[in-house]
């Protein structure tokens, strides 16, 4: 009898729970793409360095363009990197939508856009799964299309282009699956300004509407094309020169294309590089053996991958693999739902996302701008906002020394020393009569980096009587360090003279500058002793 009740009672559960998920699937699907954003952020957020997300390229230069919208001089915050030509490989769509997000400061924006994207592609996707009756469970390849291949998971969490092209191509299907044929051309166009193999679905149509017999709808194809046009009219205008796009992107120094098929495979394999041979190998086969099932399943999905692919195996640049993520929603998800729909896969599917997360967590810290030259690009950015962040890089004082690496922990050097906690951070107001005066105290133990912003400083700065000319960050520890007490900058006395000051001898600090009127910083450093000229 009990168990009886207890099979009355799941049954009722998971009747209501399939109830609940079939009348709220698009906020599911939309949900979990932000929540699985949210956990790429959690450890950079967590330990200081949320910074790296803003860092990972491609993003500096969407967010840069998303400000600058191609007005760019030579000695862009990036000309350590590219050339002012160089922004004419990136397409208009992406930057766009970032400064449509702009009132969240443009690199919050990046991620923002980003993040919107990828949930609607998501979104986009079930509903095209759903009326093309494709898969077994729309629902499920929505959502795990966001972890398939594991790669596409950092690019709809960073700045990066691949979450609205997918958004723009899927919907551009839809239109057509519909009969939408303006609207599903007009898409076309618009993903091909998001990425320029966005142009290859035209072929698609083309094919599908010779099959079907359509050939008055043939015309419309050039809407897919306008776009584009217009695109590089304004590079013939602004660069001088109509192809810009492919005179950076397929230049002599930055080879993407081979006439040779499979040069990039065959190059791997000429010089005994085994591994990577082997996962171009492995990638061609799933991505080829993928687009091949389709042609049972859909024909449209079929034909789009068909050219992406056919596309791709000329590509020799060695990031080929991120050339077909676009491809997976269809080539892999759909076209092996066979196997994803299986209740083995659905059982390791948690598993699975934990590889996804650590090799994600992994690859996000290894391909980003340096630390100097984002820095230019931040103080760019914000040099319109009426609160700039004003931050400079400090060492981890009191750790560094002691051999100790986690912050904000107690320091001892020896068994039953005395404990002591590092402490924060000095402001002090630098003044024209070389006055020094405190100001106020912050924390800064944060991934080896002080935070100031602009509010707090200001509120800082108002309750002195005069304006200062320049404000010092400076160290403010004391540790048991080497059986020695080590007193920090806390020795010295409010309104001492700067200019008589000769040193204060202490372990490692760092002293962080910044002018007041022009928010610039600057960083001085000596290892045992700061001395002031």
Request: aromatic residues 18%; contains cysteine; positive net charge.
């Amino acid at each position: 009898m009990n168990w009886m009740k207890f099979r009355e009672h799941q049954f009722f559960l998971s009747s209501h729970a399939t109830k609940y998920v079939g009348r709220y699937p698009l906020f599911i699907i939309f949900a979990t793409a932000i929540l699985s954003t949210l956990i790429v952020y959690i450890p950079f957020w967590m330990n200081g360095s949320f910074d790296i997300l803003y860092r990972y390229w491609d993003g500096p230069n969407y967010a840069y363009l998303a400000e600058s919208l191609y007005s760019i001089p030579k000695d862009h915050p990036l000309s350590a990197y590219t050339t002012p030509e160089y922004f004419s490989a990136h397409l208009p769509v992406y930057p766009l939508s970032i400064n449509l997000f702009s009132f969240f400061g443009y690199l919050n924006a990046m991620l923002v856009t980003t993040a919107i994207y990828g949930g609607l592609a998501a979104i986009v996707l079930y509903k095209l799964l759903r009326e093309t009756q494709t898969v077994e469970s729309p629902l499920w390849s929505a959502i795990i299309s966001l972890f398939i291949p594991a790669r596409y998971l950092i690019y709809h969490s960073v700045g990066a282009t691949e979450a609205p092209f997918i958004f723009f191509t899927l919907w551009s299907m839809l239109a057509y699956t519909r009969g939408q044929y303006v609207l599903c051309f007009a898409l076309a166009g618009l993903s091909g300004i998001t990425r320029i193999t966005g142009i290859l679905i035209g072929g698609a149509y083309f094919m599908m509407l010779v099959m079907d017999g359509k050939w008055k709808k043939i015309p419309l194809l050039s809407l897919i094309g306008f776009p584009l046009l217009a695109t590089f009219t304004f590079y013939h205008f602004h660069y001088g020169d109509f192809f810009a796009y492919f005179g950076t992107n397929y230049s002599s120094s930055n080879k993407l294309i081979s006439l040779n098929p499979f040069d990039l495979f065959r190059t791997y394999s000429g010089n005994g590089n085994t591994h990577s041979a082997e996962f171009y190998l492995m990638m061609y086969a799933m991505y080829g053996l993928g687009t091949a099932l389709l042609w049972a399943k859909n024909k449209l999905f079929f034909w789009y991958c068909f050219f992406t692919f056919c596309f791709s195996v000329f590509i020799v640049h060695q990031d080929v693999s991120r050339y077909l993520i676009p491809m997976a929603p269809l080539a892999l998800v759909v076209a092996y739902d066979s196997v994803f729909s299986k209740k083995a896969f659905k059982f390791l599917f948690f598993p699975f996302l934990i590889l996804v997360y650590i090799y994600t967590w992994g690859m996000l810290p290894k391909n980003v701008i340096d630390v100097k030259n984002f820095h230019k690009l931040e103080r760019y950015l914000d040099k319109n906002s009426e609160t700039p962040t004003i931050y400079e890089t400090f060492g981890d004082l009191s750790m560094t020394s002691c051999g100790y690496g986690v912050c904000r922990s107690h320091i001892a050097a020896g068994k039953g020393l005395k404990l002591f906690t590092e402490r924060g951070l000095s402001i002090y107001g630098h003044y024209e009569n070389g006055q020094l005066i405190y100001m106020g105290n912050l924390d800064h133990c944060a991934n080896k980096r002080a935070y100031i912003d602009s509010p707090t400083l200001k509120k800082l700065i108002n309750e002195q009587d005069t304006k200062p000319k320049s404000v010092f960050l400076l160290s403010d520890d004391t540790v048991v360090c080497d059986y020695k007490k080590l007193a920090g900058i806390d020795v010295w006395v409010e309104g001492f003279d700067l200019k008589k000051l000769k040193s204060i001898k202490f372990r490692q600090s760092y002293i962080g500058i910044i002018d007041v009127d022009s928010g610039s910083t600057s960083e001085l450093r000596d290892k045992k002793t700061i001395k002031y000229p």
